[in-house]
């Protein structure tokens, strides 16, 4: 293998990590959703956001984006695709990076994304692989948001708890990376797809770790735990559950669809660090006072055990 691709994907990290040189190190990666809302201003907002959260996520800035477009231009009018781009400009721009291109298809179902650049020293970038036995998790953003979006669809979610879901995952990763950079980051990943349960194994399986999250202490959003509550579901809990069963060890004694929320899939989630112990605290304030306001110690990590993830 090259030696020069210090992060490819062995690890399940968020981007590759290739060296230029002893200062910079290219960090590359590609992600593009559906769309969860009518609205395509605030869809190209969320899938912007998405995408450039898994540059944040290995500790790096974005530096150029190509769009990803796939869509049905037989059935929606150009003034939707404009839409798109132009709220996934608004965060392209916000992040401090370009819009360089990108490459469009036609598809029967609107999809969008970004393949985003970024650069990082060789030393200092983060990997999902690096937790260490005695740290903390800190998670910077609350879950909930797949759960949410299949309820509204049903209009079960109040208009108020969809408006702050729609502002919490439209919120770039940025600042929480740049005050974490500021603490000894040992891991980082983002949340997303596979839930917090899914992310924390893939960090707990590249680390040699068992990692314990403390389930009553996770952020989540808005009528999110009622919505499970009340029945509904996502089309990739069973899943995600598949993915965790074998490493898991559940031992909250919340109710089945309280648990539920931590398979729950995000979209353009937080991110969620592995520091030292004696750090967590003043990383958590420094969020707080940086406005990341959800920022939460949720867990630990652990000496690995037959259980690698294990959920109290």
């Known amino acids: 293998m090259d030696p020069n691709l210090l992060v490819g994907f062995s690890t399940s990290d968020d981007a590759a990590v290739y060296r230029l040189t002893d200062e910079i190190a290219l960090v590359t990666t590609a992600d593009y959703i559906t769309p969860p809302v009518d609205d395509p201003v605030v869809f190209g907002q969320v ?3 998405n995408a450039l ?6 500790g790096a800035k974005p530096i150029t984006c190509l769009n990803l477009v796939g869509f049905p231009s037989d059935k929606l009018g150009p003034e939707i695709l404009r839409g798109i781009i132009e709220g996934a400009l608004q965060k392209i721009t916000e992040a401090g990076a370009v819009l360089a291109g990108g490459h469009s298809t036609e598809d029967e179902e609107p999809k969008f994304g970004l393949s985003v650049v970024g650069t990082v020293h060789p030393q200092k970038y983060w990997s999902n692989a690096g937790a260490k036995v005695g740290d903390v998790l800190v998670l910077t953003k609350p879950i909930g948001s797949g759960v949410l979006f299949n309820a509204n669809r049903k209009g079960w979610v109040s208009a108020a708890a969809m408006e702050e879901c729609l502002s919490i995952i439209t919120t770039l990763n940025k600042t929480a990376a740049e005050v974490l950079a ?8 983002d949340i997303t797809g596979f839930g917090l349960a899914g992310h924390s194994l893939e960090m707990a399986r590249g680390s040699g770790v068992t990692i314990r999250i403390e389930l009553n202490a996770v952020p989540v959003m808005r009528e999110s735990l009622q919505m499970y509550k009340r029945g509904m579901t996502t089309g990739v809990n069973l899943a995600n559950w598949a993915q965790v069963d074998k490493y898991l060890r559940m031992e909250s004694t919340l109710p089945e669809w309280h648990r539920e929320i931590v398979i729950d899939p995000q979209t353009s989630g937080g991110l969620m660090a592995s520091i030292p112990a004696e750090q967590g605290e003043a990383a958590v304030a420094a969020l707080r006072e940086a406005g990341v306001t959800a920022a939460t110690l949720i867990g630990r990590v652990e000496q690995k055990g037959a259980a690698q993830l294990i959920v109290v």
Not at 184 to 189: G, I, P
Request: charged share 10%.
């Open 182 to 189: 500021g603490f000894e980051v040992h891991a980082a990943t």
């Open 53 to 58: 959260s898994d540059v944040y996520a290995m």
């Open 47 to 49: 899938a912007a956001a």
